[in-house]
């Protein structure tokens, strides 16, 4: 950096007075441009936004299979004597007997053909829709 020179005026006449330096490399004081004044961020509201509207949509799709699940317990636990089920298979029959996790479909009246299904198994009460509607 180069020396800098301060030069004194001391009559009217325009005549140079003294000249002692200003500043030195060593001792020189450079002018800083102005830092942009600092802002929040950003990424922190956008971050608990998404992670908030991921807990939602995941919430919605564990409780739908939960709904359909506890809907189907029912209808299981509600099923009697003579109710007309159609399994997950498609076979249409009769409720002779309900034990436990297993129930037997009567499935052929003529020959009197019975099954044993899982209550797992069972996909729909028909008699049930008639019944409601």
């Known amino acids: 950096m180069h020396n800098l020179w301060i030069m004194a005026q001391v009559d009217t006449n325009q005549s140079m007075v003294a000249a002692e330096p200003l500043a030195t490399e060593a001792n020189a004081v450079v002018a ?4 942009p004044p600092r802002q929040a961020p950003v990424g922190g509201w956008l971050n608990i936004g998404l992670l908030v509207i991921m807990a939602v949509f995941i919430y919605l799709m564990i409780r739908e299979p939960r709904k359909k699940q506890q809907q189907h317990k029912k209808m299981i636990e509600s099923l009697q004597k003579n109710d007309k089920v159609c399994t997950i298979g498609g076979i249409i ?6 034990k436990g996790d297993e129930v037997v479909l009567k499935v052929d009246d003529s020959n009197n053909t019975k099954i044993h299904v899982r209550t797992t198994a069972i996909a729909s009460n028909l008699s049930a829709s008639k019944k409601n509607s």
């Open 32 to 35: 800083q441009p102005a830092s």
């Open 93 to 98: 029959g009769t409720v002779v007997e309900v």
